[in-house]
């Protein structure tokens, strides 16, 4: 087929169905993630349980497609204190993916799985464009020794007595050490 000389001079600008996926934003670099281990981020979400009992605030902190660092949150019925439990020393050392299909027994905990896994692999997460990533450790610690201070001068002083008295609780959280991965787990 003949063409004239104005198509011969065209550059092709499309790939075709071989143009491979969307970057997406990661730690301050737009990543075309083609397999797990290109996963990086860390994100919070929230889910809740079919008979709306209960609720769950899930952290997980992804490198290189692995959770390093889960914190989970409950609120509810009695059975979501020990299936956040579970879940802390179930999340790190997964994959997302295998995160993503592990039962962790309380369905608001399996929500806010599924919701948390949809942020991560579309670069939806609160790390997406930062250059550096604290720890989970690090950021309670910088809550702390912000909120502390506006503790102080925000609230009444027969309040801020007791805020302060419960203050060392959130600082103080238990850390469940697992081979080289850590865990947290809270009940509010």
Not at 143 to 153: F, R
Not at 166 to 179: A, C, D, E, I, N
Request: a positive charge; glycine letters at 6%; aromatic letters at 4%.
């Amino acid at each position: 087929m003949q063409y004239s000389h104005e198509v011969h001079k065209m550059t092709c600008v499309a790939k075709g169905c071989n143009h491979g996926p969307a970057p997406i934003p990661e730690e301050g670099k737009w990543i075309k993630s083609t397999e797990i281990k290109d996963i990086n981020g860390l994100t919070h979400g929230c889910g809740c349980c079919a008979p709306q009992q209960g609720t769950c605030k899930l952290t997980l902190n992804v490198k290189n497609g692995v959770i390093e660092e889960a914190l989970v949150e409950t609120i509810g019925c009695s059975g979501m204190t020990h299936s956040a439990a579970m879940a802390s020393e179930i999340l790190p050392g997964k994959t997302i993916l295998e995160a993503l299909n592990t039962d962790l027994v309380c369905d608001a905990i399996n929500v806010a799985m599924r919701e948390l896994f949809l942020q991560i692999v579309y670069g939806r997460t609160q790390s997406a464009f930062p250059m550096q990533v604290c720890p989970l450790a690090q950021v309670w610690k910088t809550w702390a020794k912000v909120l502390h201070p506006w503790l102080a001068h925000a609230i009444p002083q027969k309040l801020k007595a007791l805020v302060t008295s419960t203050l060392p609780k959130v600082t103080s959280r238990s850390w469940h050490l697992t081979k080289t991965t850590k865990s947290l787990v809270t009940n509010t």
